[in-house]
């Protein structure tokens, strides 16, 4: 998120994250300030998104608005979090879950 005076880094804590399939995983992304503050948040929402890129594919929405789920992705998907911290989480890892 770009702002000239209000930029947002958001960071995500591991790079990867070796699972086994059947297992289940999270990935964390911490912002740098509140989401729930600012000009861009007048309406309420915090627009925090997950994204997968599958190798050689362009990327795929998986979350939006924290916790919704895009049309077509498993319900083994879950967003989570407020503020500065957020969280993919993943019930049951399939091999299929790959991203880069």
Do not use: H
Request: charge should be negative; proline fraction near 6%; glycine fraction near 12%.
């Amino acid at each position: 998120i770009l702002g000239s005076d209000g930029e947002v880094v958001m960071t995500q804590t591991q790079l990867s994250l070796p699972v086994t399939s059947g297992e289940a995983a999270s990935i964390f992304c911490r912002a740098s300030q509140s989401l729930l503050q600012g000009p861009k948040c007048l309406d309420g929402n915090t627009y925090l998104y997950w994204f997968r890129q599958k190798p050689g594919q362009s990327p795929e929405g998986l979350i939006y608005k924290v916790s919704n789920l895009f049309p077509g992705v498993p319900g083994r998907f879950k967003g989570s979090g407020s503020g500065i911290d957020f969280t993919l989480s993943i019930s049951r890892v399939e091999a299929d879950d790959v991203g880069v």
